[in-house]
């Protein structure tokens, strides 16, 4: 079983920076996406960001221009670097890979807390 491991969460300001980091437990041949997921209290799990194995990107729309996302496929390790963060983007962040274009394998989640 493949365990993704996340962290860099924590507690920021507005207009502060954070990046979180997930890597899997073991290698896995050819993992094509990666990504980030975030769920606030009282809202559903929403896609932030994900990177194809290619490094295809794709963005929600309320994070375009502040967020990055990047990956080290020989490491499989993905990473959201979150910079102008705001309140809003306060939620906990999962982690998730997928050997095909869906998720296989999630993380546990990491808190994001964004204070005003």
């Known amino acids: 079983q493949v365990q993704l491991v996340e962290s860099g969460g924590g507690l920021v300001q507005a207009g502060g920076s954070l990046r979180l980091s997930c890597t899997a437990s073991r290698i896995i041949f050819r993992i094509n996406i990666m990504g980030w997921y975030r769920q606030a209290p009282g809202k559903q799990r929403e896609l932030v960001a994900q990177?194809?194995?290619?490094?295809?990107?794709n963005y929600t729309d309320a994070v375009k221009g502040r967020f990055t996302i990047s990956r080290d496929n020989a490491k499989n390790t993905v990473y959201l670097q979150m910079n102008s963060l705001k309140p809003e983007d306060t939620a906990v962040y999962y982690c998730?890979?997928?050997?095909?274009?869906?998720?296989?394998?999630w993380g546990q989640g990491t808190q994001v807390t964004v204070s005003s």
């Open positions: 990177v194809t194995r290619a490094g295809n990107t």
């Open positions: 998730g890979a997928g050997v095909g274009r869906d998720y296989d394998y």
